[in-house]
């Protein structure tokens, strides 16, 4: 059923990570998301398919873009470049063309072979640290097949995985990946299905009716955990009410190793500009310390081993 033929797309790769999982990991973050999260810090990765990131600042104002773009996507106006999306055919040239960076493709088709390949390189630093491999995205279930075959390769290697993973998916999928996966970090954002509908684009019911199934696959077979990532945000997340909803959900899971408690930050508004995206969180800003360790103890107060960030 899962082919090893098969093919994915990626847009990063990232190495030396410590915040994807235990240990040093390479981390291959995979094209495409079911959810709109209005604080998303990689809209780059919502889109399935590649897609033209346009850095301003670098520009140094040569028009190769201009003249490099066979379909006139580009177009130079008020004295820089402005591309028309509805234009682009992705072919790649105007980015090849531009000598500063300012113009990149996130996204590019990989084998499984060549994700192994990459991986393989890393192996010194999984095995020195307790690190590993870790997909996510994006939302890596959008390619369930590029996933799961990548997953049985990375784990018939003895590499360690991790699933980065907002539980937005088939259960079956879900279900078939946890036979090759160490440790799950699965997002619980809002409680509320209404609240999650809102800011996310998706109801919560599927999502935690897979973590219910796969706290109960994982358990019964005494293989892999959770770890739950609670993302921290003023104004949409931060009430009492949610907080201790999630963190009683924490405290009902069997095969829950941790949970990260994740301070919004604004990081990735630079981004949205770059893809002419509108960032809806505005003006809001990061919660303070005080509100951070008030979380963290209202996990750890339920015997979860609890940190900030990661």
């Not at 790769?13 to 995979?30: E, M, N, V, W």
């Not at 090849?96 to 994700?115: L, Y």
């Not at 003895?158 to 279900?175: K, N, P, Q, R, Y």
């Amino acid at each position: 059923m899962w082919d090893e033929n098969t093919r994915g797309i990626v847009f990063d790769i990232k190495r030396y990570s410590i915040h994807d999982g235990p240990g040093i990991r390479t981390t291959f973050f995979l094209k495409g998301c079911p959810l709109s999260c209005w604080w998303c810090h990689n809209p780059e990765g919502m889109s399935p398919f590649p897609i033209v990131i346009h850095h301003p600042r670098r520009c140094i104002g040569c028009r190769r873009c201009v003249s490099a773009c066979p379909s006139g996507a580009w177009e130079w106006s008020n004295g820089r470049p402005v591309l028309d999306r509805g234009k682009c055919t992705l072919t790649g040239d105007c980015a090849r063309a531009c000598p500063s960076s300012a113009i990149e493709i996130a996204g590019k088709e990989m084998s499984v072979e060549e994700v192994l390949r990459e991986a393989r390189k890393d192996i010194p630093f999984f095995d020195e640290s307790g690190g590993g491999v870790t997909f996510s995205g994006g939302e890596p279930f959008l390619q369930a097949e590029f996933l799961i075959a990548g997953l049985r390769r990375l784990h018939g290697e003895d590499i360690h995985v991790a699933v980065d993973t907002s539980g937005f998916c088939s259960e079956d999928d879900l279900l078939e990946a946890a036979r090759y996966t160490d440790l799950f970090l699965f997002d619980i954002k809002v409680i509320d299905p209404k609240k999650h509908e809102y800011y996310t684009g998706v109801s919560n019911f599927t999502i935690l009716s897979n973590l219910r199934k796969l706290d109960d696959f994982l358990y019964s077979g005494q293989k892999g955990k959770i770890n739950l990532r609670f993302p921290l945000i003023p104004g949409i997340n931060d009430d009492h009410e949610n907080i201790t909803a999630t963190a009683d959900l924490a405290a009902s899971l069997k095969s829950i190793s941790g949970v990260n408690v994740l301070p919004y930050h604004s990081i990735g508004e630079g981004k949205y500009k770059n893809l002419g995206k509108k960032y809806k969180m505005g003006n809001v800003m990061p919660p303070d310390d005080k509100k951070v360790n008030e979380t963290v103890k209202m996990f750890s107060d339920r015997n979860i081993e609890t940190i900030k960030g990661g």
